[in-house]
């Protein structure tokens, strides 16, 4: 594997986390997660991933509802970085992974995307909480 292939493939791993980590947000405050986030991490200060790392820290003690759920998002994650994988490659090369800019990348050439990374990208938009 070419190291430019290794780091587009790191830097959507972590564009694919991302907006696992952003459909997560609502699993904090209500949802199938909400009660153990608050048993297991209710301590933990958001950002960074922290929340997401804190569960993925006591997942085998998660309930059957919230390990569904979390199941759930990692699949739809990987729906996106499969679809998105070349619109990334194409518009967002040479974009330093972290904070959402990629994300924010594929978002600023939204009519530009593929069909099938527009689509789930438009997914995922819907499943936001709202802004609060």
Request: hydrophobic content about 40%; glycine content about 10%.
């Amino acid at each position: 594997m070419s190291m430019r292939t290794a780091f587009v493939t790191m830097a959507f791993a972590l564009f694919a986390a991302g907006v696992a980590a952003e459909a997560g947000a609502q699993q904090r405050s209500e949802g199938p997660c909400a009660g153990d986030v608050k048993r297991f991490c209710g301590d933990v200060k958001p950002g960074q991933g922290a929340i997401a790392k804190c569960m993925k820290a006591h997942e085998a003690e998660l309930s059957p509802a919230c390990r569904d759920a979390s199941k759930a998002r990692a699949e739809r994650a990987e729906r996106v970085r499969e679809e998105c994988r070349a619109d990334a490659e194409k518009f967002c090369k040479g974009i330093a992974p972290g904070g959402g800019r990629i994300l924010s990348c594929l978002k600023s050439r939204e009519p530009e995307l593929q069909p099938a990374c527009a689509a789930e990208f438009k997914r995922a938009g819907n499943r936001r909480p709202p802004a609060r």
